[in-house]
C-alpha cells in the first residue's frame, strides 16, 4: 500500500503552463519512445486548444501528434484533457463538433480524460459523462479547489458526493491556482476522500507559490495514490511538481515510487536541450506570494494582463488591475478562477481600470454571466447592484433570450466543404480556421527534432553556430572531429578510422 504512481503532465499541462503549448510536434516525437519506459500510470497527451495552437502558430497538423504519438506510446494509457464542452476556451463551438472531435480522439487509441464543470456542478455534468462513455471514453472529473468565503469543508463534502454519484473513473481534486497550504490540506483532503467513497481520487496542482511540492506529500500521507508531476525543465513555475524532487522526498518518507528514474534522465536532457534551441523558459520554483490569495488569477493570465496593459500605454496599471480583480470576483460571488470564468473576472477587472469607471463598459461574456448563460449559480451568487448595473444597458437586452447557435455536423459540414471533406480534415478547419489551415497544410511537414541517442549530431549543429570561432577540435579515444569556418563556405571535415566511424553512430557521451 506504499506504492504511488504518477500522472505524467509534461506534454499537455507541462508545456502549456510554461511554454504556452510552443512545443513543436517533432520535439515530442522525438523523445515519446523514452518518455514510454518510465512506466508512469498514465499520460496527458493532448488537448483540444493544441487544435488552434499548432495551426495558426506552429503551421503544424496536430493529428499528426496524435498519429506518431501514439504509436510510440506502447505501456502508458494516454489521456485527453477535456471533454464534450472543450477545454480552456470560452467560445461555445457546436456540440456536433466537440463530439466528432472525441469519437476521433478514441479511434486513436485515447481512451481516457479528464474534464471539468468551472463551477464544480457535476448534476448538470451527469449526461456529459454519460455520452462520454457511449463513445468509449473514460472520464476523471475534476474537484476544482478555490478560497472564498463559500468554499468551505462543507461545500467540497457536499461537491465530493455529487461527483461520485454519477460513477466518474476517479474524482481529481485539482488545485489549479496553486491556493491550497499543508495546513487546508490536512483539514480538506480528508473530507474529499470520506465522501468520495469507493472512486479512486488522485491530486493536481500547480506551483504558482511554491507549496504544491509540500502539499503533495501531505496529500500521499492522507491516502491518495496518484499524483501529477511533471519532467523538468517544464516542471515548477506554474506547471506541476518535478518528479524528480517528488519521488526523493516520497522515498525518504518511506513510499515507493512506482517510476524508472533513469529512464527520465534521457527526456531531463532532451527537453532542455528544446528550451536552449527554441529559446523556451526554464521551469524553476517560485517564492510563497500571499498576493496570490487576494486576486487568485492564474499566473499565464498575469502575463496576457501585463501585455494588454502594455499595448494601451498601462503596464504600470497591473498591480492596481490585480487589486480590482479580487474585487470584480467578489462582486461576482466568488467564482473559481479557472477558464472562462478566470477571463471574465480579469478582462472585466482590466476594463475598469483602463475606463477608469467601474462597470461603465462591460463584455459580451460578463453580460451572459449575468444572465447565467455560463452556469446558473452565476446570478444568484452576483452582487445584486453589480448585476443591475450590467443587466441595464440594451446590450443586455439582446441576450435576454439568446442562445449560442448550435448548428447540426451536416450543417457544418455545408458552411466548411461539403461531404467531400474528411472528419478530421473537418475540426480543423472548424477550430482553427480554413485559411488558417490552408496556410499549414502550404507548409509542408513539421521539422524534426534529434532525440536523445544523437547527441553527437546535435553537438556539431551547435557548434556549427557558434559566430565566435573559426575552428573548433574535438578529440577523444576512437574519434577526431574538425569543425572549420571558411571564408567562401562552413565545412565539416573529419579523419575517421574504421573504428572512429562506429562512435558517430553512438551517443556521445
Request: net charge neutral.
Amino acid at each position: 500500500m506504499s506504492e504511488i504512481q504518477f500522472v505524467d503532465t509534461t506534454l499537455r499541462d507541462g508545456q502549456q503552463s510554461l511554454w504556452a503549448l510552443g512545443m513543436r510536434t517533432g520535439a515530442m516525437v522525438a523523445i515519446a519512445g523514452q518518455m514510454d519506459k518510465a512506466g508512469f500510470e498514465s499520460m496527458e497527451f493532448f488537448v483540444s486548444i493544441m487544435i488552434k495552437k499548432y495551426i495558426r502558430e506552429h503551421k503544424e497538423n496536430p493529428w499528426l501528434w496524435l498519429r506518431e504519438g501514439t504509436k510510440r506510446f506502447r505501456q502508458t494509457r494516454l489521456r485527453l484533457h477535456g471533454g464534450m464542452h472543450g477545454s480552456g476556451s470560452f467560445e461555445k463551438l457546436p456540440k456536433a463538433v466537440m463530439k466528432l472531435l472525441i469519437e476521433r480522439v478514441v479511434a486513436h487509441g485515447i481512451t481516457l480524460t479528464r474534464t471539468s464543470e468551472c463551477w464544480n456542478d457535476f448534476q448538470s455534468f451527469k449526461k456529459e459523462l454519460h455520452d462520454l462513455r457511449e463513445i468509449g471514453m473514460e472520464t476523471i472529473v475534476n474537484l476544482i479547489y478555490s478560497v472564498s468565503p463559500r468554499h468551505t469543508d462543507e461545500y467540497y463534502a457536499e461537491k465530493a458526493k455529487e461527483a461520485a454519484a454519477i460513477r466518474p473513473y476517479r474524482i481529481c481534486f485539482k488545485d489549479v491556482g496553486g491556493l491550497l497550504t499543508p495546513e487546508r490540506a490536512r483539514t480538506l483532503i480528508p473530507v474529499i476522500l470520506d465522501n468520495a467513497g469507493d472512486i479512486p481520487v488522485e491530486f493536481h496542482a500547480h506551483c504558482n507559490n511554491g507549496l504544491a511540492p509540500i502539499c503533495y506529500l501531505e496529500a500521499v500521507k492522507l491516502g491518495i495514490k496518484a499524483l501529477h508531476t511533471s519532467i523538468p525543465p517544464l516542471a515548477n513555475g506554474p506547471s506541476q511538481p518535478s518528479i524528480f524532487n517528488l519521488a526523493r522526498n516520497l522515498r525518504a518518507l518511506g513510499y515507493t515510487p512506482v517510476l524508472h528514474e533513469k529512464e527520465l534522465k534521457p527526456v531531463e536532457e532532451h527537453f532542455t536541450a528544446v528550451a536552449k534551441r527554441d529559446r523556451l523558459p526554464i521551469g524553476e520554483p517560485l517564492a510563497y506570494d500571499y498576493s496570490q490569495y487576494l486576486h487568485q488569477v492564474p499566473g499565464g493570465m498575469i502575463s496576457n494582463l501585463r501585455h494588454q496593459l502594455r499595448v494601451v500605454g498601462m503596464e504600470d496599471k497591473l498591480e492596481a488591475t490585480l487589486e480590482e480583480a479580487a474585487h470584480v470576483r467578489a462582486e461576482f460571488g466568488y467564482p473559481i478562477m479557472v477558464t472562462p470564468l478566470s477571463q471574465f473576472v480579469a478582462s472585466q477587472a482590466a476594463i475598469n481600470v483602463i475606463v477608469g469607471e467601474r462597470y461603465r463598459e462591460v463584455t459580451d461574456q460578463v453580460i451572459q454571466y449575468a444572465l447565467g448563460l455560463w452556469g446558473k449559480e452565476a446570478p444568484a451568487l452576483m452582487d445584486s447592484a453589480v448585476k443591475d448595473r450590467i443587466l441595464s444597458r440594451s446590450r443586455a437586452k439582446e441576450y435576454q433570450d439568446w442562445e449560442p447557435p448550435d448548428p447540426s455536423l451536416k450543417e457544418v459540414r455545408s458552411r466548411f466543404g461539403g461531404p467531400s471533406v474528411s472528419d478530421e480534415e473537418l475540426i480543423l478547419r472548424v477550430y482553427a480556421g480554413q485559411e488558417y489551415v490552408k496556410a499549414m497544410h502550404a507548409a509542408g511537414p513539421p521539422g524534426e527534432y534529434l532525440g536523445s541517442k544523437h547527441s553527437l549530431v546535435r553537438l556539431i549543429e551547435e557548434l556549427s553556430r557558434n559566430k565566435d570561432c573559426r575552428q573548433i577540435s574535438i578529440r577523444k579515444p576512437g574519434l577526431s572531429l574538425t569543425l572549420e569556418k571558411r571564408t567562401t563556405s562552413p565545412s565539416i571535415s573529419s579523419a575517421m578510422d574504421k573504428a572512429e566511424k562506429k562512435a558517430v553512430t553512438e551517443e556521445y557521451p
